[in-house]
């Protein structure tokens, strides 16, 4: 049966709707029509068991999303601390160079250089009518976005982002075509992108 004339929603909320309306009166129904009682047990249970999993998927999802922008946020402030603490190391007259090397405080490089083999980090989630880009900057000052179709060799730039997650809410290449769409980042500092591109990761994108 296609999606289009199946009973089933395709979204959680609307599949939860469906499932409590239909558990609701499914039992009398089934017993007028002389289902056998041992049968209607099992039906109602497995459609209790699959509505209580909906509740507990998305209990689960609100406290990872809760617990991703709580770490994020924590290491932006405990990092900008101890920058601001190696650079008060590195100016103290006490400290020396084997104290540098030993608390390996010192950059490989200088300037631009010192981002040279670094890139941020990037995971994507797909939501309703858009697709969520959580990043972390590692070091930049923001993250150029760029993505592509699978299939396709070229990157297209998207946009700039300073603060995670970054909402892409362009529409589907075809309206109402699902697609595959591989998204990732470069770090940017000073105007100018520096460091390495993140890997690219692909999500799975339908019609809202």
Aim: net charge neutral; aromatic share 8%.
């Amino acid at each position: 049966m296609s999606k289009e004339t199946d009973f089933y929603p395709r979204r959680d909320a609307e599949q939860v709707l469906w499932l409590k309306t239909f558990r609701g009166k499914v039992e009398a129904h089934l017993k007028a029509m002389g289902f056998d009682a041992k049968r209607v047990k099992g039906i109602v249970d497995e459609i209790d068991g699959l509505t209580g999993s909906f509740e507990a998927k998305d209990k689960a999802h609100a406290t990872y999303q809760a617990q991703v922008a709580a770490h994020n946020a924590l290491e932006e402030a405990a990092v900008a601390d101890l920058r601001g603490l190696v650079r008060e190391i590195k100016a103290h007259p006490g400290c020396t160079d084997a104290m540098k090397a030993d608390l390996q405080i010192e950059a490989s490089g200088g300037g631009t250089a010192s981002q040279g083999n670094k890139s941020p980090s990037l995971s994507v989630e797909a939501q309703p009518g858009f697709v969520r880009l959580s990043f972390r900057k590692m070091g930049f000052d923001s993250v150029n976005v760029y993505a592509r179709l699978r299939g396709e060799s070229a990157w297209h730039f998207v946009a700039r982002d300073t603060h995670s997650p970054y909402n892409d809410h362009r529409p589907l290449a075809t309206p109402g075509v699902p697609e595959v769409r591989e998204y990732r980042l470069v770090g940017v500092v000073k105007d100018e992108e520096q460091g390495l591109p993140t890997d690219a990761a692909s999500i799975a994108v339908g019609p809202a």
